[in-house]
């Protein structure tokens, strides 16, 4: 016999009028009826509707940041977590008013969705490029430009599995929403221009210079070879570029912006240092 009605109604009628004097067990409290969100569960809107008064008498700010801290910090939880906020997403609304879907902690919010846009499951990855799409729009501010450009980081790794879906997604990110006609073509040249070209040469620099390292210290400890390590480290980021590249819309307008660190990154793969030639 099932005991999650049960369990469901305990919270409904022992916790939810505790109103405010639960937020300090809100995460924990979260964390245990995320999972009853699964896709085709017969409580799932029961489940929703006890999330969402939870989020009503505690504080939104609160409820969100909680949410965010479990995206980040449980794997297992990230795709309920994220469709449920995309469920309360306001398309009528613009997401200047409704920044509170980011927690009171920007910090726990960037992680998080960094983390859920390098996971391994594709729904996880798509729910969280729509998050990018809605609520993250390149061309308003919310956060400081090196955290844009973290996240940026993160979503530009969602090329290397090559899925049209989070490719498409990517793009409609970087290039603004709109159409196919003519003068829409040139709204997304300016728009990638004005918004969008900084951060993705800052990204792709950041992946070109440093994730090759990071990764060649973490594949030097499965490698023998330094050498070796190194040229399986380079290996993501050209991918990367090479599927940047590939976007009519977007290749040459970064292409003479990354040749330079391009060359530098084959460049330290090329060139053994002085522990491998000894």
Not at 25 to 31: E, K, R, S
Not at 200 to 220: C, F, H, I, N, Y
């Amino acid at each position: 016999m099932s005991v999650r009605p049960y369990l469901l109604s305990v919270y409904e009628k022992h916790f939810l009028p505790l109103g405010h004097h639960l937020s300090p067990a809100l995460q924990g409290l979260v964390l245990a009826l995320l999972p009853g969100l699964e896709e085709g569960s017969e409580h799932t809107e029961r489940v929703q509707a006890v999330l969402l008064s939870v989020c009503e008498c505690t504080d939104k700010w609160l409820f969100y940041n909680a949410l965010w801290g479990c995206v980040l910090n449980v794997s297992s939880c990230r795709l309920p977590a994220l469709t449920l906020l995309l469920s309360q997403v306001a398309k009528d609304i613009s997401p200047e008013d409704q920044q509170y879907l980011f927690g009171d902690d920007l910090v726990t919010m960037v992680k998080g969705l960094s983390a859920a846009l390098v996971d391994g499951v594709v729904l996880v990855q798509r729910s969280a490029l729509d998050i990018l799409v809605a609520l993250l729009p390149l061309h308003e501010e919310f956060f400081l430009r090196s955290d844009t450009v973290f996240l940026l980081k993160s979503a530009l790794f969602t090329l290397l599995r090559r899925d049209m879906s989070l490719s498409r997604r990517l793009f409609v990110w970087l290039l603004g929403h709109h159409g196919k006609s003519t003068e829409s073509q040139a709204r997304k040249h300016d728009y990638f221009i004005r918004y969008s070209k900084p951060l993705v040469v800052s990204a792709m620099q950041w992946v070109l210079q440093g994730a090759a390292e990071e990764d060649r210290r973490k594949l030097t400890r499965k490698f023998s070879s330094e050498l070796q390590a190194a040229k399986l480290g380079v290996v993501q980021p050209i991918r990367i570029l090479t599927a940047l590249l590939d976007k009519d819309d977007v290749g040459y307008l970064i292409v003479d912006d990354l040749i330079l660190e391009v060359v530098r990154a084959l460049h330290k793969v090329c060139t053994p240092s002085s522990d491998v030639a000894a």
